[in-house]
């Protein structure tokens, strides 16, 4: 799963664009994303320009 660094996140939106299955959805104050709907692309942590994005391993 993808776990969000709230900290680094600006909701700068840029991440909602690219994801292929339309998981992320932004507020004005939060950002969250769809575990469920993931398919594990990695797109968003690509574009990140905070690099608010990492991949999270369940181990
Ligand atoms: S990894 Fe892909 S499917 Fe998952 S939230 Fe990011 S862009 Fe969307
Ligand atoms: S691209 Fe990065 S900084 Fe922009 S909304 Fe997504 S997680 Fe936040």
Redesign the pocket.
Known sequence: M?HIDHDLCDLCGT?VG????D??SMSDTTLD?DDD?????????QVCPMEA?KEETND
């Open positions: 993808i991440c690219v994801c292929p299955v998981c992320i994303i709907t993931c398919i594990q692309c990695n797109f968003c942590i994005l």
